[in-house]
């Protein structure tokens, strides 16, 4: 046997995100993991403005000793709403835990000079069959990626999200999750798009906890990464404890869940369902599966369902701490 045999192919990643705290973990993990290139990073609007989450975006490569992947700075509003309430309550100031990120530190970074969105399709369609699209926050670069070039939708190997939720109540309104309320148009397009989509929503990242024993074991492990997610927590913790009452420092592993998924995808159970997002009024960014099969015969969306938390979890802290 060659190689080409033994040794499974990467995924190509290319990570959109909103960094945020859990999206700085998530990065970090698909960073240390063997099974995954991150190709390129694309910023949006979300946990804050995107001039913040580009920065963030930058300064986490640095961190990771990485700085040579490609940034490319994407959208700071939805596509037709108007931008809503960032998430700085819930990841401080700074959108990293108020650790007084201000500044892109290595000054040798810079964005690319040109748009996420169209990033996203050059990227995509120069390795056709390639590519997996890891989008943690509002899908806005997406959509607009689709919006410029729909053969995206059969050049991209497939595409895993964290957002939405099946079964588990809202974290922004009664029935909506954060990334697909902040641009619910956007959405809509890739649950649409005929694509391969896995969706890990909240029936499987909230059932994930990391708490302030594992923070714990990162901070007094050697590694600097794992103490730099140690340090970035206690905000986030604190959010969890007076919104949620969460004991025992425990917050919800919203994106990191989305690569473990990659990794790892017999630790979840999915179910494939028609996905529909209501554009506007009470239940606008909710993500409506048709459970019965019956209704709709669009698209279907590999739902995450469920997730053996505790194996995850030990994925996690094993990776992280190496
Ligand atoms: C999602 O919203 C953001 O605050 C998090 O980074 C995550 O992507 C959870 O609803
Ligand atoms: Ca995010």
Redesign the pocket.
């Known amino acids: 046997m060659n190689d080409a045999q033994t040794v499974p192919p990467k995924f190509k990643i290319l990570f959109d ?7 700085a973990m998530a990065l970090l993990l698909a960073l240390v993991s063997p099974e995954i290139e991150v190709v390129g990073v694309t910023t949006v609007f ?2 804050s403005h995107v001039e913040a989450t580009t920065r963030n975006a930058l300064n986490l490569l640095n961190l990771a000793g990485r700085p040579d992947i490609p940034v490319a700075k994407g959208a700071d509003r939805p596509m037709v709403r108007p931008r809503g309430q960032t ?1 700085e309550f ?2 401080g100031d700074d959108a990293m835990g108020n650790i007084g990120w201000t500044a892109v530190h290595n000054p040798d970074q810079k964005p690319l000079d040109i748009p996420a969105a169209q990033f996203i399709v050059e990227t995509v369609m120069a390795r056709p069959g390639e590519i997996t699209l890891v989008a ?2 509002p899908l806005t670069n997406v959509g607009l990626a689709l919006q410029l070039e729909p053969r995206i939708a059969q050049a991209a190997r497939n595409v895993v999200i ?2 939405g939720s099946v079964a588990t109540p809202g ?2 309104s009664p029935v909506a ?3 697909i309320h ?1 641009d619910p148009h956007a959405a809509a397009l890739v649950f649409g798009a005929g694509w391969d989509v896995t969706m890990a929503g ?1 029936d499987v ?1 909230m059932a994930v906890r990391m708490d302030e024993a594992f923070f714990a074991a990162l901070r007094r492990s050697g590694n600097r990464l794992a103490q730099f997610i140690g340090r970035i927590a206690p905000f986030y913790q604190q959010f969890h404890r007076e919104r949620y009452g969460y004991p025992d420092g425990g917050v ?1 592993t ?2 990191p869940t989305a690569i473990a998924y990659l990794i790892a995808p017999t630790l979840f159970r999915a179910e494939r369902w028609s996905v529909a997002v209501p554009l506007d009024g009470p239940a606008m960014g909710a993500t409506i599966a048709d459970r019965r099969g019956l209704f709709w015969p669009g698209p279907k969306v590999n739902c995450l369902m469920g997730a053996d938390a505790p194996r995850v979890l030990e994925m996690f802290r094993v990776r992280l701490t190496a």
Not at 17 to 23: A, C, R, S, W
Request: glycine share 18%; hydrophobic share 25%.
């Open positions: 995100t909103d960094p945020g705290i859990d999206d979300g946990n998430g819930v990841h943690v926050g964290m957002g974290n922004v999750e954060a990334n902040n909240l990242t919800d919203h994106d």
